[in-house]
């Protein structure tokens, strides 16, 4: 997800799950390759296993990109085909991509050439006018033939034509059947559903008909206590996850590395305030990182102050 899941971001996630794979927000490949690549693909290791997500239609960019990412320690890379942003628009890659999948197949051959790890495609069932019930498994003939062999579908259609990014992300209506259909049509291939799944009882139910993985997006960084702190014990059949206020301590290293390197507090807290939504003193928790975070000066003390709200309100 663009401009939320940072560095920041996905360790502050690392922290309530060991086992979910994590992606990054998408990055271009001509900012990969022409930009400050430190700034852009830097990550911790602790982040692990961590997927960089690549916008782009150019398959010798895209390869090169690819190559710098493996470089930089990834475990997987993914060509993002379903983003309907305007700034994906007007460069001819994300969900514009399902006009096209003879460019993404030969997109993907040529980042699969330049990497030894697994190259991926998250994509949409469609997009405008198209039916998908015809453009989706075709798309997923064409480019599984290029070699790929996991595929995360948004179970939306893409209007690129009088919706706005964000309208794309709730109007069009969610087609979970197809995605299912999908599976049977495709047995060989890993196929997870992206798209409105909120819950891991939602997750569990798609796992249960079948489908190889569940993406959630928004649920995780709004709730993620909701979402993450369960998701190794209920999906993977591990233990020990902490609590939500462990957390916040395990964090507390990290932020103050953060700023003894010049960052600012704000730039993680913004991560961290859905942490304990729902929960006594949530409200006191959010209000406090978000009058404070940014003020100079500003550090663990403000999120140890914070946190005090959720504390005294659970005794």
């Known amino acids: 997800m663009m401009d939320w899941t940072d560095r920041h971001c996905r360790y502050f996630h690392r922290l309530m799950t060991q086992k979910t794979l994590l992606y990054t927000e998408m990055v271009t490949a001509p900012a990969i390759i022409h930009g400050d690549r430190d700034r852009l693909l830097g990550f911790d290791a602790a982040e692990h296993p961590v997927a960089i997500q690549l916008g782009g239609s150019d398959p010798a960019q895209l390869a090169e990109a690819a190559r710098i990412a493996e470089g930089f320690g990834y475990d997987e890379v993914n060509l993002n085909c379903g983003c309907p942003s305007d700034r994906v628009q007007s ?3 994300g969900a514009v991509l399902m006009e096209t999948p003879a460019l993404v197949a030969e997109c993907v051959n040529a980042m699969r050439a330049a990497v030894s790890i697994p190259v991926t495609v998250k994509c949409r069932i469609g997009v405008d006018d198209q039916m998908p019930e015809e453009v989706l498994p075709d798309f997923l003939a064409q480019v599984s033939a290029a070699g790929v062999d996991r595929f995360a579908i948004h179970a939306r259609k893409a209007w690129l034509q009088g919706l706005s990014p ?8 969610l087609n979970y059947d197809l995605v299912m259909d999908m599976k049977g049509l495709f047995p060989h291939l890993h196929l997870s559903v992206n798209g409105g799944i909120a819950t891991l009882d939602a997750a569990e139910d798609f796992l249960g008909r079948g489908l190889d993985g569940v993406m959630i997006g928004r ?7 909701d979402i993450l702190l369960d998701a190794d014990r209920r999906i993977f059949g591990c233990d020990d996850a902490p609590s939500a206020e462990e957390v916040v301590h395990l964090m507390l290293p990290y932020i103050s590395r953060h700023i003894a390197n010049g960052g600012k507090l704000g730039q993680i807290t913004r991560h961290m305030l859905g942490l304990f939504q729902g929960r006594p003193g949530a409200r006191g928790w959010r209000r406090h990182l978000s009058e404070n975070a940014h ?11 914070a946190l005090g709200f959720v504390t005294r309100a659970a005794a």
Not at 166 to 173: A, L, M, S, T, Y
Not at 219 to 225: E, F, I, T
Not at 295 to 305: E, Q, S, T, Y
């Open 219 to 225: 649920a995780a960084y709004h709730v993620p206590a």
């Open 295 to 305: 003020r100079d000066g500003a550090g663990p003390d403000v999120v140890l102050a």
């Open 166 to 173: 964000k309208e794309n992300r709730d109007i069009p209506p």
């Open 91 to 93: 460069g001819s890659f």
